[in-house]
């Protein structure tokens, strides 16, 4: 009886292995056959778009979310929070505890993540395809999207970043001139880390114009001295709400004119999730710094 | 250890060790005020407004204040490691990390999760939220001890609630995962934005714990004989450990609120001391605040001057630069162990 058993089981699987490719070609003779190169070099064929996908960092779940595919996502990682519909998803922990265990169980075609993620060897020797993109420039964030829509066989990938395109377009022509050109330090964190002009979002803020106090040597998101920003005396701050204990009183500070004449914008948490993201968001995240530049040139035209 | 213990290593005299300290701090200040963002650059001359405003506003007090801070981290391990006989105990101990670490995320899930906030907690600030939370952490573990009775008692009950209070740490910046990057600026620490209002803070808070730990130094030496032997010589264990607990925890608790968790230096400053010159427990805890300043404020100035105008986090130096000066201590002599 139980040999019977296994070697009917294997009968099965046998006629499933068999059954599968022929399958897979009937789908492939609808769609071409797709090869996906990852930013750790690693290929993956695709005969057909991945139904079940899991995402472990936000600015991928919101690039397939902006590409169309968000009712495929099975799982996302507990940072990911928009779109609205992703908060119902299980959330499958962060980049330190990942829970394999529940990826597995869902049974995803394809886990999207990002390359200093340390679960992707193990995933992979559960028998997931794993896909690894990671975005830290706007180069960056059309290529992912490139690579996204070629994996679920997108036809028009690249409308969404036109989109982004506009969008900064559209905040950088919103700009009054006289703020045009102002010196901005954006404090990523209180230590105080800086966004310098090679990060994404210096590139959005060359984009709407203004100068970052931060020069492109020095990297992306440069741990800095109090007291360079004090030389280099930026007209406006721009902070998270997170961050802003304290700024008005930090010591010399006084000095520096967006201080002097409280310039400062202070993003809350939507906000700064939005600023923090290199993803399909970043049309938005310029909108976000055209606002608040908008609003300081005018208070500070009323102060005069 | 006493300064009977291990005649044949070649000893500093205790006062002319502290006066080396003092003088290598001396320096180090000088120093200090001469290496900005600009590399290493000392303009006394005071024409410039700006540049006597980053010197008097941000170089000087950030320089006295990163000594300050380790003066205090130094002193409170030395405190720690004679009440509990143990060299493995820092500053951390107790609760007060992970308490100080609770107060931070508390206040930051609570400040960006109500739009108003609530006044007297922003008022209070990060800083008096990690000042409240080593109190309470302190706190915690003595009541979890039923009281400094049992020294052994005590030290698991601070690890237990050190456990407890980090799991609730991370349980909220598990529901507020944007609170993320600011609560690990915390831990890392950063003598970046210390004032003048800090200075007067941490050396008044110095002076005071100074003046209690130095107080009960006779008693710590008795101790050093084991806990039976200390009260038959007639040591009031229970108020020595009391008071020798509250100058530990201001102690720790002030430099933790103006610095974040600095790592490493009140570990490795007695240790440092106790190689260096068998004293008594007098001159130890003297020396450690002064060691500890020293390689506070040493590691400070490599932070800045290394890669400006950017920054290292200043937690790195000081465990590379304690860190590796010990082992080499340790490499030279035979290490006797613990005081």
């Known amino acids: 009886m139980k040999p019977r058993f296994v070697s009917s089981l294997v009968a099965a699987s046998l006629l499933a292995l068999m059954l599968g490719p022929v399958h897979a070609q009937a789908q492939a003779q609808s769609s071409a056959k797709v090869e996906i190169k990852d930013d750790l070099g690693h290929t993956t064929q695709w005969s057909r778009p991945p139904q079940r996908i899991v995402t472990l960092l936000p600015s991928l779940t919101e690039t397939v979310c902006a590409l169309g595919a968000c009712e495929r996502l099975v799982g996302v990682d507990r940072y990911s929070n928009f779109p609205e519909a992703v908060n119902k998803l299980p959330k499958l922990g962060g980049l330190d505890d990942t829970q394999v265990e529940t990826i597995v169980s869902l049974r995803p075609d394809v886990v999207l993540l990002a390359p200093s993620s340390r679960v992707t060897d193990r995933l992979r020797s559960l028998g997931l395809t794993v896909v690894t993109l990671e975005a830290k420039s706007y180069a960056d964030v059309q290529r992912v999207l490139d690579k996204i829509g070629a994996l679920l066989q997108v036809r028009d990938a690249q409308a969404v970043w036109r989109r982004i395109e506009a969008l900064v377009g559209a905040a950088a022509q919103s700009i009054p001139p006289q703020a045009r050109g102002a010196l901005v330090y954006y404090e990523v964190d209180r230590s105080p880390y800086a966004a310098g002009p090679v990060s994404f979002m210096g590139e959005t803020m060359a984009r709407l114009g203004v100068k970052n106090i931060i020069t492109p040597e020095m990297g992306p998101f440069p741990k800095i001295s109090p007291e360079y920003v004090v030389r280099a005396a930026p007209q406006l701050i721009m902070i998270g709400k997170r961050n802003a204990d304290g700024l008005f009183q930090r010591p010399g500070w006084d000095r520096i004119p967006a201080i002097r004449e409280q310039r400062v914008c202070v993003f809350d948490a939507q906000q700064s999730d939005v600023l923090a993201r290199p993803g399909p968001r970043m049309g938005e995240a310029a909108q976000i710094m055209a606002q608040c530049l908008r609003e300081q040139s005018s208070s500070s035209k009323k102060a005069r | ?339």
């Open chain 2, 1 to 339: 250890m006493s300064r009977a213990a291990a005649p044949h290593a070649p000893s500093w005299s205790a006062w002319r060790l502290l006066a080396g300290l003092l003088l290598a701090s001396g320096l180090a200040l000088a120093l200090g005020v001469a290496v900005g963002s600009t590399g290493f650059a000392l303009d006394w001359s005071g024409t410039d407004p700006m540049q006597a405003q980053i010197l008097w506003q941000i170089r000087l007090p950030r320089s006295a204040g990163a000594w300050l801070a380790g003066a205090l981290l130094g002193l409170a391990g030395a405190i720690t490691q004679g009440l509990f006989r143990n060299p493995l105990a820092d500053p951390y101990l107790l609760g007060s990390a992970a308490g100080a670490r609770l107060g931070v995320a508390l206040s930051l899930a609570v400040l960006g999760g109500t739009p108003m906030g609530m006044q007297w907690l922003e008022r209070l600030g990060l800083t008096g939220a990690a000042f409240l939370g080593t109190l309470a952490g302190v706190s915690l573990a003595l009541t979890m001890a039923k009281g400094v009775e049992h020294t052994l008692r005590l030290l698991l009950a601070g690890v237990v609630v050190g456990v407890v209070l980090g799991a609730v740490t991370d349980l909220i910046t598990l529901a507020q995962p944007d609170i993320l990057r600011t609560m690990q600026a915390f831990v890392l620490g950063t003598t970046s934005f210390l004032g003048w209002p800090s200075i007067v803070l941490m050396g008044g808070v110095l002076l005071l714990s100074l003046a209690v730990a130095l107080g009960a130094s006779e008693a710590l030496d008795a101790l050093t004989l084991g806990e039976a032997t200390a009260e038959s010589l007639g040591v009031r264990l229970g108020l020595v450990r009391a008071l020798l607990i509250i100058a530990f925890a201001l102690a720790t608790g002030t430099a933790v609120a103006q610095t974040g968790m600095i790592a490493f230096v009140g570990l490795v400053a007695p240790h440092l001391v106790r190689n260096l010159c068998h004293g008594s427990h007098r001159q130890l805890l003297l020396l450690s605040a002064c060691a500890g300043g020293l390689l506070l404020l040493a590691a400070d100035i490599l932070s800045r001057w290394l890669m400006a105008p950017q920054e290292l986090p200043v937690g790195v130096i000081t465990a590379i630069l304690g860190g590796g000066y010990l082992l080499r201590l340790m490499h030279k002599r035979k290490y006797g162990g613990r005081a």
